[in-house]
């Protein structure tokens, strides 16, 4: 039996599981040992100071409002020092929470060492409070980290392990997340059957935790497995799930997923005006937003959409759109394969 055939029989056999205690805990493998050592989580607690307190606490006031103002670099500076203070009297759960919000601001930075790092350190914070939750939130972070830098087979062990603790301790949301992510993996990596037993088990498990959010990523992912194995029709009816779910919660980033996905269906069947009014309302959702990385996306969708349909006015109207946009962006590779699509439409 493959790996991924192991991640199929798992993902159907996660229903049965509901009932279960805590006391399998100890027969999970752990992973990475020596997170501990990395970390000194045994060191004795001083006696808490309340002025060093305070401090860490402002530290970590300051940091929420730099990164409210997108100030990332002063993020890290103030969280950094807050981390030195909350280690001095001994609170281990404010680190981690801490480390937890940290990560993804190393990664935007591109400061990938120190977000896996970050990663890592709060899984062992989470391990040393036998924080189940905790735990489980940070293999499957790690686990994604790992599978962009290409390790797959440690993103799969993570989402693994993260799976069997959210089993052991009966948290529907922990096995939904988990099963969300080794579907991701999967489809990644062309084992389509795989991923869609996945992400159907993840969805059913989502569906009776009520988490709606959570819910609707899977479903816009399970799309993306439907259309990837050929399969449109049950596509489409993922995405319109999803779809509906991203609206009712007004979660914009699902909704964009969603309507590439759709549109890619509808370009493929050549559905040609239901893919345009979709992308029309991409570029609804997109416009006069600071998210210019998305604005990008939709010119290039619009552009390769009319582009399809041999509209070349128009594409070359939306190719230039998204050249201005990548250059904006600094973006220089990605400028130079749209200016690359642009010349080969010819003179116009």
């Keep these: 039996m493959n790996c991924w055939s192991k991640v199929a029989v798992t993902a159907a056999s996660v ?7 805590l006391g399998g805990l ?20 001083t006696d808490p100071q309340q002025a060093t307190r305070s401090e860490a606490d402002r530290l970590l006031r300051l940091g929420r409002q730099q990164q409210a103002l997108g100030q990332s670099h002063q993020t890290v500076i103030s969280w950094v020092q807050a981390l030195e203070l909350y280690h001095r009297v001994g609170d281990l759960t404010a680190m981690g929470v801490i480390y937890q919000d940290l990560a993804p601001i190393y990664q935007s930075l591109g400061r990938h060492a120190e977000a896996e790092d970050a990663f890592r350190r709060r899984l062992a914070i989470a391990r040393s409070n036998r924080d189940f939750r905790g ?22 062990e993570l989402f693994l392990e993260a799976l069997a603790i959210a089993r ?69 009816r993922s995405y319109l799930a999803a ?21 890619a269906v509808y370009n493929t069947t050549e559905r040609f005006p239901q893919a345009l009014e979709l992308l029309e309302e991409r570029a609804q959702l997109t416009q006069n937003q600071p998210d210019f990385q998305q604005q990008l996306v939709t010119a290039r969708s619009l552009a390769q959409h009319y582009q399809l349909v041999g509209d070349l006015t128009s594409a070359r109207r939306f190719y230039r759109e998204a050249i201005a946009l990548a250059r904006y962006l600094q973006d220089g590779p990605e400028a130079a394969r749209l200016f ?6 010819g003179p116009g």
Aim: hydrophobic share 40%; net charge negative; aromatic share 4%.
């Design 340 to 345: 690359h699509q642009l010349i080969g439409l």
């Design 243 to 263: 779809r509906s779910l991203a609206r009712q919660m007004g979660d914009r980033p699902i909704q964009l997923q969603v309507i590439d996905g759709l549109a």
């Design 135 to 156: 735990q489980i939130d940070g293999l499957n972070e790690l686990g994604t980290v790992l599978q962009g830098q290409g390790n797959l087979t440690g993103s799969q």
């Design 26 to 45: 100890s027969s999970i493998p752990a992973y990475a040992a020596g997170f501990e050592q990395q970390f000194d989580v045994s060191s004795p607690r």
């Design 168 to 236: 052991e301790t009966s948290n529907s949301s922990g096995q939904g997340l988990s099963l969300r992510n080794l579907g991701i993996l999967a489809a990644n990596t062309r084992h389509y059957d795989a991923a869609i037993q996945a992400l159907e088990s993840g969805v059913s498990v989502l569906r009776r935790a009520e988490e709606p959010i959570l819910a609707a990523s899977t479903l816009a992912h399970l799309g993306d497995a439907y259309r990837l194995a050929n399969r449109p029709l049950e596509a489409l």
């Design 15 to 21: 229903s049965l599981s509901m009932g279960l205690g």
